[in-house]
């Protein structure tokens, strides 16, 4: 449980940090009026798309805070046998940390003008998430060759499970960051670009945190960190 608490502490404290940045923990009662005697209202002067992907990315931290949580529980029964984690999982952590680094890139060219550049920094974005998901699909194949199959241990289920929820939140991602190349491809509107792109990016860096998670899980490493704290503790 105490890894279960940990996330909980980090997406906790990392969805109130957003929200006092969108401005939605200010108390209008207490702000004078600008204009007359027309009070503020308080309200987020942030675009509602990003209101709607900071909701989103609370729902989705919940999800996995709770694939954790049945993970880190299912695992104390005498029946689990975990699987041997491929060396192909680094590969694809350095793929996945490659797209957050790309679209951060994309999204200070867009904050500066520089439509070269953005374009550049998402399709880096893009292709190299597309190696994430093909690498976690070697992945599989080199269990499975090795018998490792779904429904074979609690572990192989937990790790197709969770490698599956967050692969999909990887292709569903990719469907909003090729909305977005296609956007810079025409050269709309330079404001909505920059929104999309800080959109994605945000997006990308909750799933590199989330794998990174999920990947000191799979590998053992957090089970390791939890019994330094235990003996610390205590």
């Known amino acids: 449980m105490v890894i279960v608490t940990v996330f909980m502490l980090v997406l906790g404290g990392l969805a109130l940090w957003w929200l006092a940045r969108q401005g939605l923990m200010e108390k209008p009662w207490l702000q004078e009026s600008t204009v007359g005697n027309v009070p503020e209202t308080g309200a987020s002067r942030r675009p509602s798309a990003m209101i709607g992907l900071g909701v989103f990315l609370t729902v989705a931290g919940a999800l996995f805070a709770l694939l954790v949580s049945a993970y880190s529980m299912r695992m104390a029964m005498p029946d689990w046998r975990a699987l041997p984690v491929p060396a192909l999982l680094w590969i694809n952590t350095a793929a996945l940390a490659a797209a957050s680094i ?52 609690p572990a192989n289920s937990f790790f197709y499970l969770v490698t599956a929820v967050h692969g999909a939140h990887v292709l569903g991602g990719l469907v909003a960051l090729g909305r977005t190349g296609a956007r810079a491809w025409r050269d709309h509107d330079p404001d909505r670009l920059r929104l999309s792109v800080q959109l994605c990016t945000l997006y990308w860096h909750f799933l590199l945190l989330v794998w990174l998670i999920l990947l000191a899980l799979l590998t053992g490493w957090a089970d390791r960190f939890a019994e330094i704290c235990s003996r610390v503790l205590s």
Request: net charge neutral.
């Open 102 to 153: 790309a679209l951060q890139c994309a999204q200070a060219a867009a904050q500066r003008g520089d439509l070269a550049d953005t374009r550049t920094g998402l399709l880096a974005g893009g292709a190299a998430s597309l190696v994430f998901v093909v690498g976690q699909l070697l992945a599989w194949q080199q269990l499975h060759l090795l018998g490792y199959f779904l429904a074979t241990n």
